[in-house]
């Protein structure tokens, strides 16, 4: 059974990588067609340059023939899933699309699992996220990732079908709390991000990281979700690891804000978007996101960090 990986990134790259080291059958396709035909021909991709692609990986440039796989791995930005989704011909009837991707989608408020069901209504939507850098998963480490699917016999077969000797799949049928847990930690880590580039101490980052994941369980509750999913994986185990380490592109971009210095502004730092749509989604549900309201408010240089920093904490008292 063929899996397709429609997405040449670094994440994506790698979750293809460690498939096809276990042997199964995988195609991965990209945006780039030279780029695409430069990794057919190195065998490497150089967002990844210590990874060799095993021999069986298939580099395919065609995203219809991509797209006939019963498993498609969607791995692109976030931002650019509805547009992938509109490019694929094909209605994708009973084929499993899995988004591996993490935020909000601006124009319609909502994560992949939503676009993947407007769009191809006849495919069978499901989410893989969890604590998951790609170096790690391409240099053969292990992690344990969260496959959420709302129908459970057929989360149980792509748990099946995805875990490998350096992926452990724990499978939920929350899919709106594990996609929430993956976009959420994002803005967190921002966040902790400033708090370490103003060099505000660990002690800050670690109260922020707190107070985050309270208003990541308030989100998920409001929106229809389990809040207890989000002490998973897919949410603290993520939020431990995206808050705390340089590896990640949104905790490097909120040290870049908090030190005031430059960030490389073609890395995709899916915590900005998905900010401003929580932002949005606060203004209009009423919700108390002070958060997630704030690092919009800095992204937009609406306020200063400085001036962040005081509302935050000249927020009324209360009980924890």
Sequence with gaps: MTISVLGAGAFGTALAIALAREGRDVQLWGRNPDALAEMARTRVNPKLPDATLPEGLLIQPDLELAAQSPTLLVAVPMQTVSGLLDNIDASLNGQRVVACCKGIDLTTGTGPSQLIARQK?????????????????????????????????????????????????????????????????????????????????????????????????????????????????????????????????????????????????????????????????????????????????????????PEALNQLLSRPLKEE
């Design 121 to 305: 209504p006849d495919a069978v939507p499901a989410v893989l996220t969890g604590p998951s850098f790609a170096s790690d998963i391409a240099q053969g480490l292990p992690t344990a990732l969260t496959l959420a699917c709302a129908d459970e016999a057929l989360g149980e077969q792509l748990q099946n079908e995805l875990a490998c000797a350096v992926l452990r799949i724990y499978r939920s049928k929350d899919v709106i709390g594990a996609e929430l847990g993956g976009a959420l930690k994002n803005v967190v880590a921002v966040a902790c991000g400033i708090v370490i580039g103003a060099k505000l101490g660990v002690s800050a980052r670690a109260a922020l990281m707190t107070r985050g994941f309270a208003e990541m369980q308030r989100v998920a509750e409001r929106m229809g979700a389990n809040p207890t999913t989000l002490v998973g994986l897919s949410g603290l185990g993520d939020l431990a690891l995206t808050c705390c380490s340089d590896q990640s592109r949104n905790y490097r971009f909120g040290m870049a804000l908090g030190a005031g210095t430059e960030f490389d502004k073609t890395t995709t730092v899916e915590g900005v978007a998905t900010a401003k749509a929580m932002a949005d989604i606060a203004q209009k549900e009423g919700l108390d996101l002070p958060i997630c309201t704030t690092v919009n408010a800095i992204c937009e240089g609406h306020i200063t960090v």
